[in-house]
């Protein structure tokens, strides 16, 4: 598989791209959307596909320039670069080998430590390195503002709300720590919640930045992390002030969230006021019945599960993409791609004939 016909012939429209994630008006072609693409499959396709040639010397920011030519060659209209990273704050983690197959590998996989973090106590919380927001580096975006091509946008994750409180404190502590000091609770949610709005406010007024896209795991297979309260009290507030900033803009906000998370949707969409829902598992809602559920409230985007990507053939591969088109695609409010991510353990090939499956589906006589 070396040629694919969608390569450089779709061309990036992210107003339009927008208007179907808000569901205003029907949608003129399906749209590709992915919360990010793991380094190791874009460099695999920049090396195979010859993708860095052409590249001007002049504007510098060669990572960023490639980031474009890969995204721009793929028929992406936005994509992900990591201004801020959860590594802003200083975690434990844990690490093993990366099993990804050859040539895929990043050698070492890392995920954080559940037990204890590095805050166990309020001397911990006095004494932890908070990140300051003014110290950001945000040359990565000024370049962006200049430089990004026309029809094309970027974006950065905000939001890591839960995800980074239960990251320093543990998950297990942290779920001790709701009963056994709660006061502590609400000030670990209070320094990561002012600290991602504030981030928010800042990436808003790039108009490189077409929309906000908050990330934060709120769930697992069978139930959310923690209870419907502890969301409405500590969580929510803090998602529906980045929501209200993005509103504010005249821009969409989205949530990418894992889990099974039936709990809280309605909250989520009339509390927090998403305008649209990333990551879905075929184990917990496959992407057509959250269509169905949802899809005349908010706007849905994803939904090729990444495990069936990475253990199927390209036949079968094709046959999903097909399927699952012929019930998520409507006049507005649906944008392709996988499930969750383009992990690095995904084969090359299966998530470009996902891809090309798509376009083939979407530009059918």
């Known amino acids: 598989m070396s040629t694919y016909p969608f390569f450089n012939s779709i061309e990036p429209d992210v107003t339009e791209l927008i208007r179907v994630i808000q569901r205003k008006g029907k949608q003129k072609r399906l749209h590709f959307l992915e919360l990010y693409i793991d380094p190791e499959i ?3 396709i920049i090396g195979r ?3 860095e040639s052409g590249m001007s010397q002049a504007d510098g920011q060669e990572t960023l320039q490639k980031e474009i030519m890969v995204h721009r060659f793929l028929g992406y209209d936005v994509f992900r670069i990591p ?3 959860k590594d802003a704050f200083a975690l434990k983690e844990l690490g093993t080998g990366d099993t990804a197959m050859a040539g895929q590998s990043r050698g070492e ?5 559940e037990h204890a973090g590095p805050i166990r106590n309020w001397e911990d919380f006095e004494a932890y390195q908070w990140p300051d927001i003014s110290s950001i580096d945000l040359s990565m975006l000024d370049w962006m503002e200049k430089y990004i091509p026309e029809g094309m946008g970027c974006f950065d994750l905000t939001g890591h709300i839960l995800e980074v409180v239960s990251f320093l404190l543990g998950y297990e502590t942290m779920c001790m720590k709701m009963y056994d000091e709660p006061d502590l609770i609400d000030a670990m949610f209070e320094k990561v919640g002012a600290f991602y709005t504030d981030y928010t406010r800042i990436i808003v007024d790039y108009s490189c930045v077409p929309l ?3 990330s934060d795991d709120f769930g697992f297979k069978s139930s959310t992390l923690v209870s419907p309260n502890v969301f409405n009290r500590c969580i929510f507030p803090w998602h529906r002030k980045c929501s209200d900033i993005a509103h504010d803009h005249g821009k969409p906000y989205i949530l990418h969230s894992c889990g099974y998370l039936e709990e809280i949707m309605d909250s989520l969409i009339d509390d927090v ?3 649209s829902k990333h990551s879905f598992e075929d184990i917990i809602l496959p992407v057509t019945e959250a269509l169905r559920q949802y899809g005349s409230r908010i706007s849905i985007i994803g939904g090729i599960d990444v495990d069936f990507l990475c253990r ?3 036949a079968s591969i094709r046959k999903r993409v097909r399927e699952t088109l012929d019930v998520c695609i409507q006049d507005t409010g649906y944008c392709f791609g996988t499930g969750n991510s383009v ?4 084969p090359v090939d299966n998530f470009l004939v996902m891809l090309d499956e798509a376009y083939r589906y979407g530009n059918r006589a």
């Open 42 to 44: 874009k460099e695999a």
């Open 273 to 275: 006021g998403i305008d």
């Open 49 to 51: 596909y010859g993708i």
């Open 109 to 113: 996989r890392a995920w954080i430590e």
């Open 343 to 346: 992990a690095n353990y995904i």
């Open 83 to 85: 201004v801020i990273r």
């Open 312 to 314: 199927n053939d390209e």
């Open 212 to 214: 906000i896209w908050g």
